[in-house]
C-alpha cells in the first residue's frame, strides 16, 4: 500500500490536481467523520460528572451477570451467524443441489424482518402459552412445556436475522474469488473441502469478519428483540440508567463504555488479521464450476437451506400473515400508502448519502493508508454499535446545537426563530448516515481492498488524474460493492425504530413507528399489518440485491 | 488529456462565478433559502395551532384531535415516542421548542419532566375542578387525564376470590410457584413499588418483593398481555397486570378462565397511575394548549380519553365505559401519583436489590 501512496505522492508533486492540491479530499473525509463523530462526542463528554451512585449500585446488583450475558450473547449470535452464513454462502454459491437457484434468493430474505419483529413472533408463537406448546400439552400432559425466553431462545432469534450480512458479504467473496484458487488447490493434491479451509475462507475473510462484525455490533446494539425475551444485557442497563434512575448521564457513561469493548474487538481482529492484503484480478471471473452434490448429500444440502429458510423467514411470515387474517387488516387505511412512501423515501435518501459518505471514507483511507485515516474511520463506522435511541439522542443534542447557530443567523437576519436542523428531513437523513455508515462502509472497502494497487499505480502513471482514476477505474470496479452497501442501507434504514421516532418531521410517520405505536401499547397482534407491510416493502430491495450480486 | 483538463476546470470556474454572484447581491437571501430548504418538514406555524409531544400513542389520541380540530378550528401537529427521548429533546431545545404540550403516560415521567421545568404552571378553574388533587402537580404543572388501575389477575379454574387480599399477600409462601409478574422495567412496576416504600418503608418493602420473586412460577414477562395469556393458559395462578390490557384481551379473545381482583380493599387500596399532560415552559401557543388540555378533562372528550382504551377517566363525573364499569367499582389508593416520580429511584434500586429483573 505504501508503494501506492508513494506513487500517488510522487505524480501529485509533479503534475498536482487540483483535489490534491487543496487537499480537499482529506478536508472532506474529516468534516464528514466530524459530523458522524458528533454524537459519539457528545456521549463521551458524559464523563463530566462520573454516577458513582449509579455504577456503585450496577456494580453491586447486576453490572456481573449483565457482562455475562452479554459476553454469551456476543459468542452465541458471533458463532452462529458465522456458521450459519458462511455454510450456507458456500453452498449457494459453488454447490449444485436441488433448489439451489431458489435458495440463492431466498436465504437473503431474512434481512427485511427485523429483529423485533421476529422476537415477538416467535414469541408469540413458541413461548409457554403459544399455541404449539399448547397443542403439545394437549397431547403429551404438562411435563413438554418450557419456557421460550431463555438464552437460547435469543440467540436463536437474534441469529436468525442477523446471518444474513455474513451470508452475502461471504457469498459475494466467494462469487469473486472465481474458480482458479480453488483449482490451484486442487492441483496441489488438497481436498475440495481442504481447498476451502486453506485457500477460500482465508481469502474471503475480510468479508466475512465484515459481515459478522455487523452481526455483532447490531447484536450489542439491540433493545427491542432483548426486551421482548427480558433478556438483560449491556444495552438493557443503558436504558436502565435512563428510564428508571432518570440519569441520561449515567446511561451515556454505559454507552461510551459499550463503545470502548466495540473498539477494542474491532482492533483484535484487524491485529490477527495481520498485514496480510487480499486482491483479486479485475477481469471478470470464469463462471465458477459448481461441484456437484449427488443423491442424499444433495437432498441434505437442501434440507439444511430449507429448515434455514422455514424458520428465518417463512415461519414468521406466516405468523404474521395469520394475526393479519385474523382482525389486524382492520387497521388498514389510506394513510399506509403514506406510510409505505415515507418508508421507501427515507430509505432511499439515507441510501444515497450513506453509500457516498462509504465511498469517501473507504477511498481516504486507501489513498492516504495511514493511521489518521485509519483511525479516523474506525471511529466514523462505531455508531452501528450503539443502541438506537443512545446515538438518537446524541444526534438530536448535537444538531440541536447547529440550531444555536442557526437562531442567531435567523435573529441576525431578522427571521422568526425556530428550530431548522432538528425536525427536518435533512437531519433525519443525516441521523441514519451516522447510524448506518458502518454497514456502507463493510462492502465498500471489502471491494475496494480486492483493487489491486496495481491497476490505478498503472493508471497514474500513464497520467491520470485522481478524479479520472476514480471515475473510469474504481466505480465501475466498485459498482456491484457500492450497490450492496446501497441496499443494505436502505434496508436498514426501513427498519430503523428509534431515530425516525425521535426525529422525524411531524407528519412523517413510518411504517417502523406504526409498529412502535402498537408494540409499545402491547397490541403485538395489531403490529403484525405494519410488520408484514414493512417486510413485504423490504423484499424489494432485497431481491434487487441478491439478483445483482451474481448468477 | 485535453478533455480531462476541461472537464475538470469546468465547474470550478462555474462554482466561482456563482459564489461570486452570490456575493454581489443577496447573501440574505441565499441564507434564508438555504435554512428554509433545511426546514422542509418542519411544521409550518399556523395561525391557530397546538403543537404535542406524546408518549401516548397514536390511535389513542388522534380519534380526540380530530375531533377537536372539527369542533374549534384549532389544527393539532404532533409526534409520538417513548417518554424518554421526547424529554431528552424538549430539554436539548429548550426555547426553542415547536412543542406546545407534552403528553406522556405514568405519574414518574410527569414528575420528572416537571423536575427538569419543562412544564409551565397553570391557573385553571376547569382543570381545578375537573382533575382531583391527588392526580394532579402539587404546583399545577401537569395533570392527570386518565386513570390505569394496576390490580391481581387471577385463574378462575384455580384460585378461589376468597383467598385473594392485598399485593402485601402475594409474598405469602402460599403462593409458592403461582405468581407471575411482569419485568420490573416497566415503569407501572416501579410505580407500584415507590407506593409500597412510601406506606411500609424500605426494609418491609424489600421484603414483600423477595417474597413475590421467590414465588414466581417462570421468568418476568416483557408486558402484562403475555402475563394474562399465561394464568389463562396454566402457566401460573395470579399476577398484576393494569386492568386494560385484561379488557383489550378479552375484547379480542372472548371470555378468558381468568378474572380481575380489587387487593387492598380494607387496607391502602388499588394502586393507580396516571397518563396526563401538560403546557410546554416554552409553548408557543400557551393559551391554545391550555384550551385543549381543559377541553380533554371534561366532557365528551373526557370520556372518550378513557374510554378508548379501556381506561377510568380522572373527572368524576364522567360515565365509564360499560366494558370498566363490569368489572365493578374499587377503592383507590389515595396517595398523591407524586410519589411514584419521588421515589421510583428508590424503587428501581429496592428491586434490583430484590432479584426482581
Known amino acids: 500500500m505504501s508503494a501506492t501512496a508513494t506513487l500517488h505522492h510522487a505524480h501529485s508533486m509533479t503534475q498536482p490536481g487540483l483535489l490534491t492540491r487543496i487537499g480537499l479530499l482529506r478536508l472532506c473525509a474529516v468534516l464528514l467523520a466530524l459530523m458522524v463523530m458528533a454524537p459519539l462526542l457528545v456521549i463521551a463528554l458524559s464523563w463530566g460528572t462520573v454516577q458513582t451512585d449509579i455504577w456503585a449500585h450496577l456494580a453491586q446488583t447486576q453490572l456481573a451477570r449483565l457482562l455475562g450475558n452479554t459476553l454469551v450473547l456476543v459468542l452465541g449470535v458471533g458463532s452462529s451467524v458465522l456458521v450459519l452464513g458462511v455454510a450456507l454462502a458456500w453452498l449457494t454459491a459453488t454447490c449444485q443441489f436441488p433448489g439451489r437457484k431458489l435458495f440463492d434468493v431466498a436465504l437473503m430474505l431474512p434481512l427485511a424482518v427485523p429483529a423485533y419483529v421476529m422476537a415477538f413472533v416467535m414469541v408469540g408463537l413458541l413461548d409457554w402459552a403459544g399455541p404449539v406448546q399448547s397443542q403439545l400439552r394437549e397431547w403429551f400432559g404438562r411435563g413438554v412445556s418450557f419456557s421460550f425466553r431463555g438464552t437460547g431462545a435469543v440467540i436463536m432469534v437474534l441469529s436468525l436475522v442477523l446471518y444474513p450480512y455474513v451470508y452475502m458479504l461471504a457469498r459475494n467473496a466467494f462469487l469473486a474469488q472465481g474458480r482458479e484458487p480453488l483449482e490451484a488447490a486442487r492441483v496441489l493434491g488438497h481436498s475440495p473441502l481442504r481447498g476451502f479451509f486453506l485457500v477460500a475462507l482465508p481469502m474471503a475473510r475480510p468479508a466475512i469478519a465484515a459481515g459478522v462484525a455487523l452481526a455483532l455490533m447490531e447484536t450489542l446494539a439491540d433493545f427491542g428483540a432483548v426486551s421482548v425475551f427480558n433478556y438483560d444485557t449491556f444495552t438493557t442497563a443503558i436504558y436502565k440508567a435512563w428510564y428508571g434512575f432518570f440519569n441520561v448521564q449515567a446511561a451515556a457513561q454505559l454507552a461510551s463504555l459499550l463503545l470502548v469493548i466495540v473498539l477494542a474487538g474491532l482492533f483484535l481482529e484487524r491485529k490477527a488479521r495481520g498485514d496480510a492484503r487480499y486482491y483479486q484480478s479485475a477481469r471478470r471471473k470464469a463462471l465458477l464450476h459448481r461441484t456437484r452434490l449427488n443423491g442424499a448429500r444433495g437432498w441434505l444440502a437442501t434440507a439444511f437451506c430449507g429448515l434455514i429458510f422455514l424458520l428465518a423467514f417463512g415461519i414468521p411470515i406466516i ?233 | 488529456m485535453k478533455d480531462i483538463i476541461i472537464r475538470k476546470s469546468f465547474p470550478f470556474v462555474f462554482g466561482m462565478r456563482c459564489c461570486m454572484r452570490f456575493k454581489a447581491t443577496g447573501v440574505k437571501t441565499a441564507v434564508m433559502g438555504f435554512l428554509a430548504a433545511l426546514t422542509l418538514g418542519n411544521a409550518a406555524q399556523a395561525a391557530s395551532e397546538v403543537v404535542v409531544y406524546s408518549a401516548r400513542a397514536e390511535q389513542l389520541i388522534k380519534p380526540l384531535f380530530d375531533q377537536y380540530t372539527k369542533e374549534t378550528g384549532t389544527k393539532i401537529t404532533f409526534i409520538t415516542d417513548a417518554e424518554g427521548p421526547l424529554i431528552a429533546r424538549l430539554e436539548a431545545e429548550g426555547a426553542r421548542t415547536p412543542a406546545d404540550m407534552m403528553i406522556t403516560v405514568d405519574a414518574g415521567n410527569l414528575w420528572i419532566a416537571a423536575e427538569k421545568n419543562l412544564f409551565r404552571p397553570i391557573e385553571s378553574k376547569v382543570l381545578e375542578d375537573a382533575v382531583p388533587a391527588q392526580f394532579q402537580d402539587s404546583k399545577n404543572r401537569w395533570f392527570g387525564l386518565s386513570l390505569r388501575a394496576r390490580t391481581i389477575v387471577y385463574s378462575t379454574e384455580r384460585v378461589k376470590p376468597a383467598e385473594l387480599s392485598t399485593y402485601e399477600d402475594l409474598a405469602d409462601k402460599k403462593w409458592d410457584g403461582r405468581l407471575c409478574l411482569r419485568t420490573s422495567k416497566k415503569v407501572y412496576n416501579q410505580s407500584l413499588v415507590a407506593t409500597l416504600i412510601e406506606r411500609h418503608g424500605e426494609a418491609k418493602t424489600e421484603q414483600i418483593v423477595k417474597g413475590w420473586v421467590d414465588n414466581l412460577a417462570t421468568d418476568v414477562f416483557a408486558n402484562d398481555t403475555a402475563l394474562i395469556e399465561a394464568i389463562a393458559a396454566g402457566q401460573c395462578d395470579v399476577g398484576i397486570v393494569n386492568t386494560y390490557y385484561f379488557g383489550r384481551l378479552e375484547q379480542e379473545k372472548g371470555k378468558l378462565p381468568a378474572k380481575l381482583f380489587w387487593p387492598n380493599q380494607n387496607t391502602t387500596g388499588v394502586h393507580v397511575n396516571v397518563s396526563g399532560a401538560g403546557v410546554t415552559t416554552h409553548a408557543k401557543h400557551p393559551e391554545e394548549a391550555q384550551k385543549l388540555l381543559e377541553w380533554l378533562a371534561k366532557g365528551q372528550a373526557q370520556r372518550i380519553f378513557a374510554a378508548i382504551n379501556m381506561e377510568y377517566p380522572v373527572n368524576e363525573n364522567t360515565k365509564w365505559d360499560p366494558i370498566v364499569e363490569a368489572w365493578g367499582e374499587f377503592k383507590a389508593d389515595e396517595l398523591n401519583v407524586e410519589v411514584a416520580g419521588k421515589r421510583q429511584v428508590e424503587a428501581v434500586k429496592l428491586m434490583d436489590r430484590a432479584g426482581y429483573l
Open chain 1, 319 to 551: 405468523q404474521l400473515l395469520v394475526w393479519v387474517g385474523q382482525g389486524a387488516w382492520q387497521d388498514l387505511d389510506e394513510r399506509y400508502a403514506k406510510l409505505v412512501l415515507h418508508t421507501l423515501g427515507l430509505g432511499g435518501g439515507a441510501a444515497l448519502l450513506t453509500v457516498a459518505a462509504a465511498f469517501l471514507l473507504a477511498y481516504f483511507k486507501r489513498r492516504y493508508a495511514d493511521a489518521f485515516a485509519a483511525t479516523l474511520v474506525r471511529l466514523a463506522s462505531l455508531g452501528y454499535a450503539l443502541p438506537g435511541s443512545v446515538l438518537a439522542v446524541g444526534i438530536m443534542i448535537s444538531f440541536n446545537h447547529l440550531d444555536d447557530w442557526a437562531a442567531q443567523a435567523q435573529t441576525a437576519l431578522g427571521i422568526p426563530v425556530q428550530p431548522v436542523f432538528v425536525g427536518g428531513v435533512l437531519a433525519l437523513l443525516l441521523a441514519y448516515v451516522t447510524r448506518f455508515l458502518a454497514a456502507a462502509f463493510g462492502p465498500v472497502e471489502t471491494s475496494l481492498e480486492r483493487i489491486k494497487p496495481s491497476i490505478p499505480e498503472a493508471a497514474a502513471i500513464l497520467g491520470a488524474r485522481q478524479w479520472e482514476i476514480v471515475r473510469r477505474i474504481y466505480l465501475p470496479m466498485l459498482a456491484p460493492g457500492l450497490l450492496t452497501a446501497g441496499l443494505l442501507v436502505f434496508v436498514d434504514v426501513m427498519k430503523e425504530m428509534p431515530a425516525t421516532l425521535l426525529m422525524r418531521p411531524f407528519g412523517w410517520d413510518t411504517l417502523a413507528v406504526r409498529i412502535h405505536e402498537m408494540t409499545s401499547e402491547g397490541l403485538w397482534q395489531r403490529a403484525a399489518l405494519p410488520g408484514l407491510t414493512l417486510v413485504l416493502v423490504g423484499l424489494l430491495p432485497v431481491a434487487i440485491l441478491v439478483r445483482r450480486s451474481g448468477r
